[in-house]
């Protein structure tokens, strides 16, 4: 491979990228549970070939999902430093005798955590105007001596017959009118702004970027965190908040490439914190999860394979989810919850306070940090009983072991009064808005990471 392809590989502004991606919406093949009508295939080639584990995949703008496989189970996997990145780039199929002398995973993991591949093999599952919707791959935990013309073209017969499923697919699904013609669905995309077209371009175009606000000790003003939030830099439209774009991903579903991509650069950013910190460890970076993201399968595997191709950590890394974000089913929230909690990142309950049932399921959820709402903190000081409910939520987390962040800092006296009630840490325009994180970098370069007492 060339050292071209290898440094293409890890972007996302792909040629052609938005037709592909256009081509893959048609299917209705993405962020869904894995489909038995292609499990034939995948054991074929397992048995075929000997292999050890087989995975068919499809690549959207963020994330790679299994539709099927044999031998390890997989739901997703990252896409970048991924093998369908490797056969994108290459635009053919890859053979690797020796993962470990290829250049291209040096200092890479594949995350397939019970396997540990030695060698692989995969094959492009293209749609008819041959745009890499997919791959077909083969791995041994051996490594293989270099593969025979006739078993390439094998495991390339194979990776067609599952395009020709797929396009099967589409066309049932345009027959009944499932999914839109393409002209037509760029034009019911476009009716609208922002529409999937604008944000799918944007995360092409690295148009997002985030913004950290410092979450500080009270008595101190150490800084001790960091709330990781997004905005959108348009070329034409200027800096655009989350309010005017969020609702819109979260409609469209674009919600997970973007959250994944804000998760993936928050983790970049931490690292780039420690490899320049002098002496003193970087903040932790609390990222934002959506419904969506909670929601999904794999969400444990995702968050891990970050930590680890970052080499960051976990203790760095904070997740705030909001109780309305949680699922409906307990125990399945417990389960995601504590997958979380055992990766060792901190999870935190975002605007505590404005859910029906906060206080009724606030006990059974392993929760590290409550953040009070804004709401609450700005009404402090209009009355005893705002007052008296900020009082309680702090002494509830303080019975239950927990850590309190009120949000909405802006005034003097609602800094004191949290003070006084026993509140260790806040966050607010008094000490700081959200900054680039240029601007952050200087403050974690001031004496002992402490901000200036607020006038």
């Not at 013309?149 to 009944?176: T, Y």
Request: hydrophobic content about 40%; glycine content about 6%; aromatic content about 6%.
């Amino acid at each position: 491979m060339t050292v071209e392809a290898e440094l293409v590989s890890d972007t996302t502004a792909w040629p052609g990228e938005d037709a592909r991606l256009h081509a893959l919406y048609a299917t209705g093949i993405l962020d869904t549970a894995p489909e038995s009508s292609f499990d034939a295939l995948t054991r074929l080639a397992a048995e075929y070939f000997q292999a050890d584990t087989v995975l068919l995949c499809f690549g959207d703008a963020s994330r790679i999902w299994v539709k099927s496989h044999w031998g390890e189970p997989v739901r997703e996997l990252p896409r970048q430093g991924s093998i369908f990145n490797l056969v994108l780039a290459e635009n053919r199929s890859v053979v690797v005798s020796d993962i470990a002398q290829h250049a291209y995973f040096h200092g890479r993991h594949l995350p397939l955590r019970r396997l540990n591949p030695a060698s692989f093999a995969s094959a492009p599952v293209r749609c008819p105007h041959g745009d890499v919707l997919g791959v077909l791959t083969v791995f041994s935990c051996q490594t293989r001596r270099p593969m025979a013309v006739d078993e390439l073209r094998m495991l390339e017969s194979l990776a067609e017959i599952a395009a020709n499923q797929l396009e099967l697919r589409r066309l049932q699904r345009r027959m009944c009118g499932e999914a839109l013609p393409p002209a037509t669905a760029e034009q019911h995309e476009t009716s609208l702004w922002p529409s999937m077209l604008d944000m799918r371009r944007a995360l092409e175009e690295r148009q997002f970027v985030l913004y950290y606000q410092p979450e500080v000790e009270l008595a101190t003003r150490r800084i001790v965190g960091l709330e990781a939030l997004i905005r959108w830099v348009h070329p034409q439209r200027g800096l655009i908040p989350p309010m005017h774009f969020i609702p819109a991903a979260e409609e469209s579903g674009m919600i997970l490439p973007i959250g994944d991509w804000g998760l993936a650069e928050a983790c970049r950013q931490i690292q780039a914190w420690e490899s320049h910190s002098s002496g003193s460890a970087a903040p932790r970076v609390c990222v934002n999860l959506s419904a969506h993201q909670f929601a999904r399968e794999g969400l444990a595997d995702h968050v891990e394979a970050l930590l680890r191709r970052a080499h960051i950590p976990s203790r760095q890394l904070g997740l705030e989810m909001t109780e309305s974000s949680l699922i409906s089913d307990t125990g399945l929230t417990m389960e995601v919850l504590g997958s979380l909690r055992r990766l060792g990142v901190s999870l935190l309950m975002d605007d505590f306070g404005t859910g029906y049932s906060s206080l009724h399921n606030l006990h059974s959820f392993p929760f590290d940090v409550l953040k009070i709402d804004r709401s609450f903190v700005n009404r402090m000081t209009q009355g005893d009983q705002p007052l008296q409910i900020v009082r309680t939520i702090v002494d509830l987390a303080r019975a239950l072991g927990m850590d309190v962040v009120a949000e909405g800092i802006e005034t003097r006296q609602q800094y004191d009064l949290l003070r006084q009630m026993g509140c260790r840490y806040g966050q607010g325009f008094l000490f700081a808005r959200p900054l680039p994180a240029e601007q952050i970098t200087h403050m974690l370069s001031l004496p002992g990471q402490t901000l200036p007492d607020p006038a």
